[in-house]
């Protein structure tokens, strides 16, 4: 007797060491939603607060990466700009990065229609453009474009408030003395804002457009 009492503490003990299977409750299935959200970077923010400070129209755009070294990161959609007086058209503009978009708006208020005002007498009303992202290298390399990244614009022509169209094609060499040096004017002060500018004089891949691309060159031509 004296041996089955010493045996049942230890078999209370084992027993509470032993996993005992239990039956459990079903586990209910988890539904989770989506909770992924817009939520840019700080310099993305703070770019995007210079761009509002701008009184520029955009849209913020998220990111999309489509390989080969072609994105659209840190971009936004213009929709209008502002110059000293009036709203800035713009036609065929695509994504920009936040970088071309400030940089472009500068350059439309104080470079092109000041310039206008002053050299043709009449304001900038919309800037007209072949675009800004396009996944492709530059002509006759294997470099990658800067509008492979959205982080240059293609400048084609400029229509004043008075309903004159001064395009880069016709009037770099063709216009007025006035529309020729309003050209070059713009084109001048491009190279001062963008760190590449390219215009008719570079190629004649160029002769109808200036080439605008926010990058850290210093290529002006």
């Keep these: 007797m004296r041996r089955y ?6 078999v209370a003990t084992l027993s509470a060491c032993m996993d005992i299977p239990q039956a459990q409750a079903p586990r209910k299935q988890v539904v989770r939603q989506s909770t992924t959200t817009f939520s840019p970077e700080p310099e993305f923010r703070q770019c995007l607060s210079e761009l509002g400070a701008q009184h520029a129209s955009f849209t913020p ?11 659209t990161v840190e971009t936004v959609q213009l929709s209008s700009l502002q110059s000293d007086t009036a709203s800035l058209g713009l036609t065929n503009l695509g ?6 978009a400030t940089t472009f708006a500068a350059w439309a208020r ?11 007498g009449s304001r900038l009303a ?17 470099r990658r474009s800067g509008h492979a990244t959205a982080n240059a614009i293609d400048v084609s022509a400029f229509v004043l408030a008075d309903g004159r169209r001064i395009s880069v094609l016709d009037d770099w060499n063709g216009g007025t ?3 020729r040096r309003f050209l070059r004017i713009v084109h001048a002060s491009a190279c001062k804002r963008f760190g590449t500018t390219l215009g008719p004089d570079y190629n004649a891949a160029h002769a109808n457009h200036f080439h605008v691309e926010a990058d850290r060159a210093d290529f002006c031509r």
Aim: glycine letters at 12%; a negative charge.
């Design 110 to 120: 104080y470079g092109v229609d000041r310039a206008a005002e002053q050299i043709l």
């Design 5 to 10: 009492l010493l045996i049942l503490p230890l």
């Design 177 to 179: 003395p006035a529309e």
């Design 95 to 100: 994504p920009v990065t936040c970088n071309v």
């Design 126 to 142: 919309r800037i007209e453009t072949f675009g800004s992202y396009n996944c492709r290298n530059v002509a006759g390399t294997g």
């Design 61 to 71: 755009l998220p990111d999309r990466y489509f390989g080969t070294g072609c994105s």
